[in-house]
Nanobody, 123 residues
Framework: QVQLVESGGGLVPAGGSLRLSCAAS????????MAWFRQPPGKEREFVAA????????NYANSLKGRFTISRDNAKNTVYLQMNSLKPEDTAVYYC????????????????WGQGTQVTVSS
């Protein structure tokens, strides 16, 4: 089991950047694929990005490619989401999730979830 705690959210003006972090506890973090999802206000949860256990393979939501970058540091048991050129429509609660499967975009593939961190982008 991997316990996940997100941080780094906040209020940022449009065009700004934020880096989210997800700290994981548990010795099996290095074997887990990790992902970020988000849930905008009043909308369904949606896939953002995923990274394989090695960090060598990634998967992104098509609409976010080029602005968001997922990475991980297995020595620090942490996965990151660098978000650039933020837009008001990026406002959401961002969740970190883990799976011992592959870097799927479906939330159903992920068994462990963090509590989320709020990101608000002002126009």
């Amino acid at each position: 089991q991997v316990q996940l705690v997100e941080s780094g959210g906040g209020l940022v003006p449009a065009g700004g950047s934020l880096r989210l972090s997800c700290a994981a506890s548990g010795r099996t973090f290095k074997n887990a694929a990790m992902a970020w999802f988000r849930q905008p206000p009043g909308k369904e949860r949606e896939f953002v990005a995923a990274v394989s256990w090695s960090g060598l393979a990634t998967n992104y939501a098509n609409s976010l490619k080029g602005r968001f970058t997922i990475s991980r540091d297995n020595a620090k048991n942490t996965v990151y989401l660098q978000m650039n050129s933020l837009k008001p429509e990026d406002t959401a609660v961002y969740y970190c999730a883990s799976t011992y499967s592959s870097i799927y975009s479906s939330g159903a593939a992920y068994g462990n979830w963090g509590q989320g961190t709020q990101v608000t982008v002002s126009s």
